[in-house]
């Protein structure tokens, strides 16, 4: 017995939050993707999680190097976000971003919100996806309004 996906992708649709791009890099190759599934999991140690799709290279990058990057997008980045998700585009990802790296390496996205660079503390398989629990080894803060995603939109918060 369960629901139907539909039904599933409308509920979880209803969850507002925030937007990422999570980066990686292994030598010269790094890769990013829009991310929604992220959250906090420790303070002390300091961990967060992603949910990575088995299908995207990313997620092959990240397992191969064992770091990432968390970019929380602000406000007016729903164009980087979309380049990010489509599959269609993922060669032009990097195209005109001039990016620095953050402690791990991977490329932190200019005008963001926040990064969170992590190394990869434990690894649980689930369904399509795989989650990625990362260490936080670095991090930084902008004084930037957040980009919202609500029920299949971008939002602003007022």
Partial sequence: MG????????????WASGVTIVTSRSGEHHHGMTVSAFCSVSADP???????????????LIEQAGVYTVNVLAEGQDELSNLFADKAREDERFDGLSCEDGATGCPRIPGALAWLDCKVVNTVEAGSHVIYVGLVEGAAIAEREPLGFYRGRYRELV
Avoid: H, M, R, Y
């Avoid at 300091?46 to 092959?60: E, F, R, Y």
């Fill in 3 to 14: 629901i139907d996906i539909e039904t599933f992708k409308q509920v979880l649709g209803s």
């Fill in 46 to 60: 300091p961990q967060v999680l992603i949910c990575a799709n088995k299908d995207s290279n990313t997620q092959s």
